[in-house]
Every structure is written in structure tokens, then in C-alpha cells.
């Protein structure tokens, strides 16, 4: 693969770092941290840190690049693949959230429907994902039902023209948030497993739904838990087949899987690590003159590089007219387990300060390091566990025996 820019991409790249250098400081001030853009997506219990978020989100769609990725039919910008990954690199550099303050909907909802979705569906919800109008989350895990998906109780019983829903869903992130809900139910209890599951549309207004906050230890409150009672649903809400909803659910957690290892910004989080290594000290001199720290400050930039470069590997595949497939998941293993890592040593090298939390004497940088090393070990088990995709590898792309 040749890693030159056209021309013409390096005049997108250079429009495109300009655009994101001047809003990002209109929005979140000048070198402000709006928090990267996993945090963006779980940190939204602040109201005026989420109103921020929407106004960039406003921003992204007037610009013309809240969904690059989207074909120009729905909305989109009918980007090329090189153009995709280069909003990729840009936007995480500068640690913003790449789609806005609808995270959910533009990477993968919003794709799955376009696959699989009704022509009306299409018409009533696409374009409001895109200007934000409508702000969404998943209902998938529950607490009995997390990594093993299949094994969701929560209820859907056909009565007239609707569904009826009972049942519990957990770590539903944006929930209070969310305007609308794409929800996984069983709706017929005595099919095997992985049978009798329905993908539905909910309105998150809708009466007999209570949503509850989950405060996280980093003391963020994204997460929640939504109860459902007697939650009435249209008919023409299913998405897909009655009963079929697995194969509909799979499409959007290969969507999510194919972004996962794009959504973490490694390369910037090291790049802030080695210049706070520049300015402390450890064992007793400047830390970015200490071997162990320079080994692995070192390893890190490495590891960061192979993780782009495996990003071109599947990009590559992508522009030869394949189909991402499970090796999407050592994108996401890889960018979470190397954000763990540089998170911990982060903790190592700040010593007694690293367990200092914002807003209290002595923390460093705002004690944003410590917020990391708690959130880190978290990333690891959102969208498919680190276990899960070690599972998809050995399988799927291995051909390993299972034990």
C-alpha cells in the first residue's frame, strides 16, 4: 500500500485540521480537554459538558462531516475509504469524538438500518441521527445477559399492533440522554437460544420505561439501567423479521467492532504521556531521561504504530472490494488493551500523585491521568470483552479447535 496522500486527500487532510483545529476551541475553549471520544460518549451527566456536545455535533453536520462514512443518498458525504481514514486520524488527534454526540447512531445504527431496515424507517429516523435531532442508545446487555448476548430475558409479547415489553437492560450508555432505543427482546421464549430474538425501535419517551444512572468509580454517570413496564411498541417498529433479530443484531455489532478499534485516541493519550515525562521527574531525574521510561515510551509509540498501520492493512482489503469480517476485533483488543497499558504506567510514573483525583491539591494536569487509569481497565470490556474478541480471533480468523 502506498501511504501518500493524493494530492487531492492532502488538501482534504489540511481543510479538515484546520476546521477541527478552530472549532474544537470555539466549542470546548482553547486547550480545553473535551475528554476524547470514548469519555465523550460515557461522560454526558454534566448538562452544560453535554450541551457542548451538541452544539460540536451541530457544527460536524453544517460542516459536512458528521457521517463521511454515509452514502450521499441518506445524507451522508459518500466519502472514499482514504477520506474516512483520514477524518479518523485527524479527529483523534486532537482527542475529539468522531461523531458528535451520536455516537451510537451514526457508526452503527444508523448503518443498520440502512442495510436492513424499511423504507419508511429509513425516511423517519436517518436524517435526524445525522443533525442530532434525536439522540440514541442500545438496549442489548442485561444483567444475567452481558458477553453472552443470547441469553436475553427481556420480554415482547404481540397484542394488536403492538409489542409489549417487560424486562431490564444494563449499561446503556447515553440512556438518560437518548431520544430513541434500539432494543433486543425475546419474543418467543421457548425457541433455542439464539432464536426468538426481535430487534425493535423504542421511543425512550415512552410510558413504563424508568431509566436509573450508574455512577462509575471515576465518579461519571453515563451508564444506566432501564426498566421496562408494559412498554407498548409499534409493529412497525421491528426491525428486520419477528423472531429474527439475532441476524439483525450481529449487523450491528460488526459495525461497532469495525469502529472500535478506531475510536480510542492511543496515539494522542502517548503523545501526552511523553511530554508530561518532560516535565516531571522519576527516581530522582528528569523522567524522559530515565531508560526504563524511554524503553517504554518507546514501546508504546511502536505498539501505536502497528495498531495504525494494521487499520491500513484492513482499509486496504476494503478498497480491494472485501467485506470487514471478525478481524475487526483486533482492532478493538488491540487499541484497548495498548490504552490499558499506557494508563498504567502512567499510574507507575506519577507514583503517589497518580492516585491524586481532580480537583484536589497536587493533581497533576487536573488529575485527568488518574480518570484515565480508572476508566481504562472499563474499555476493555465495553463492545465485546477482551476475552469475546480473543474468542472471535482463535475461531474465526485462527480456525482454531474449540477446547
Known amino acids: 500500500?502506498?501511504?501518500?496522500?493524493?494530492?487531492?486527500?492532502?488538501?482534504?487532510?489540511?481543510?479538515?485540521?484546520?476546521?477541527?483545529?478552530?472549532?474544537?476551541?470555539?466549542?470546548?475553549?482553547?486547550?480545553?480537554?473535551?475528554?476524547?471520544?470514548?469519555?465523550?460518549?460515557?461522560?454526558?451527566?454534566?448538562?452544560?459538558?453535554?450541551?457542548?456536545?451538541?452544539?460540536?455535533?451541530?457544527?460536524?453536520?453544517?460542516?459536512?462531516?458528521?457521517?463521511?462514512?454515509?452514502?450521499?443518498?441518506?445524507?451522508?458525504?459518500?466519502?472514499?475509504?482514504?477520506?474516512?481514514?483520514?477524518?479518523?486520524?485527524?479527529?483523534?488527534?486532537?482527542?475529539?469524538?468522531?461523531?458528535?454526540?451520536?455516537?451510537?447512531?451514526?457508526?452503527?445504527?444508523?448503518?443498520?438500518?440502512?442495510?436492513?431496515?424499511?423504507?419508511?424507517?429509513?425516511?423517519?429516523?436517518?436524517?435526524?441521527?445525522?443533525?442530532?435531532?434525536?439522540?440514541?442508545?442500545?438496549?442489548?446487555?442485561?444483567?444475567?445477559?452481558?458477553?453472552?448476548?443470547?441469553?436475553?430475558?427481556?420480554?415482547?409479547?404481540?397484542?394488536?399492533?403492538?409489542?409489549?415489553?417487560?424486562?431490564?437492560?444494563?449499561?446503556?450508555?447515553?440512556?438518560?440522554?437518548?431520544?430513541?432505543?434500539?432494543?433486543?427482546?425475546?419474543?418467543?421464549?421457548?425457541?433455542?437460544?439464539?432464536?426468538?430474538?426481535?430487534?425493535?425501535?423504542?421511543?425512550?419517551?415512552?410510558?413504563?420505561?424508568?431509566?436509573?444512572?450508574?455512577?462509575q468509580i471515576t465518579g461519571e454517570a453515563g451508564f444506566n439501567e432501564v426498566f421496562y413496564d408494559n412498554v407498548r411498541v409499534p409493529k412497525e417498529n421491528l426491525v428486520g423479521e419477528i423472531n429474527q433479530g439475532w441476524q439483525v443484531s450481529i449487523a450491528t455489532l460488526m459495525y461497532e467492532r469495525i469502529s472500535g478499534g478506531t475510536r480510542h485516541p492511543v496515539q494522542r493519550t502517548i503523545t501526552e504521556l511523553l511530554s508530561l515525562s518532560r516535565r516531571i521527574e522519576f527516581e530522582g531525574i528528569p523522567a524522559n531521561q530515565h531508560p526504563y521510561v524511554r524503553h517504554k515510551l518507546a514501546q508504546f509509540a511502536v505498539e501505536a504504530e502497528c495498531l495504525r498501520l494494521s487499520r491500513y492493512r484492513s482499509l486496504t482489503s476494503q478498497l480491494k472490494g472485501k467485506i470487514p469480517g471478525p478481524e475487526s476485533s483486533f482492532g478493538k483488543l488491540f487499541a484497548t488493551e495498548l490504552n490499558l497499558r499506557v494508563a498504567m504506567f502512567a499510574d507507575e510514573l506519577l507514583g503517589p500523585y497518580g492516585t491524586v483525583d481532580k480537583g484536589s491539591l497536587g493533581a497533576v494536569e487536573g488529575g485527568r491521568w488518574m480518570q484515565r487509569t480508572l476508566a481504562a481497565r472499563g474499555l476493555t470490556i465495553a463492545a465485546g470483552s477482551s476475552e469475546i474478541q480473543h474468542n472471535i480471533i482463535g475461531e474465526r480468523v485462527l480456525k482454531l479447535p474449540k477446547g
Open 1 to 215: 500500500m502506498d501511504f501518500r496522500y493524493t494530492p487531492e486527500e492532502e488538501v482534504f487532510r489540511g481543510q479538515l485540521h484546520s476546521w477541527l483545529e478552530s472549532t474544537r476551541g470555539d466549542v470546548f475553549g482553547r486547550g480545553g480537554e473535551p475528554g476524547g471520544s470514548t469519555a465523550s460518549l460515557l461522560d454526558v451527566g454534566d448538562d452544560s459538558r453535554w450541551q457542548r456536545l451538541l452544539e460540536y455535533h451541530r457544527r460536524l453536520y453544517d460542516a459536512g462531516y458528521a457521517a463521511l462514512h454515509w452514502p450521499k443518498e441518506y445524507g451522508g458525504g459518500g466519502a472514499t475509504l482514504m477520506e474516512q481514514a483520514i477524518y479518523q486520524d485527524e479527529v483523534l488527534s486532537f482527542g475529539l469524538p468522531l461523531y458528535g454526540a451520536n455516537q451510537l447512531a451514526i457508526d452503527r445504527i444508523g448503518p443498520t438500518l440502512m442495510f436492513m431496515g424499511t423504507s419508511e424507517q429509513k425516511e423517519r429516523y436517518l436524517h435526524k441521527m445525522l443533525t442530532g435531532e434525536e439522540i440514541w442508545c442500545q438496549g442489548y446487555s442485561e444483567p444475567n445477559a452481558g458477553s453472552d448476548l443470547a441469553g436475553i430475558q427481556t420480554r415482547a409479547a404481540v397484542d394488536g399492533d403492538s409489542f409489549v415489553v417487560n424486562g431490564q437492560k444494563v449499561w446503556t450508555s447515553l440512556a438518560q440522554r437518548a431520544d430513541m432505543q434500539v432494543l433486543l427482546v425475546r419474543t418467543d421464549p421457548n425457541a433455542p437460544k439464539h432464536k426468538g430474538i426481535s430487534y425493535l425501535l423504542v421511543d425512550m419517551k415512552s410510558p413504563g420505561i424508568t431509566i436509573r444512572a450508574l455512577v
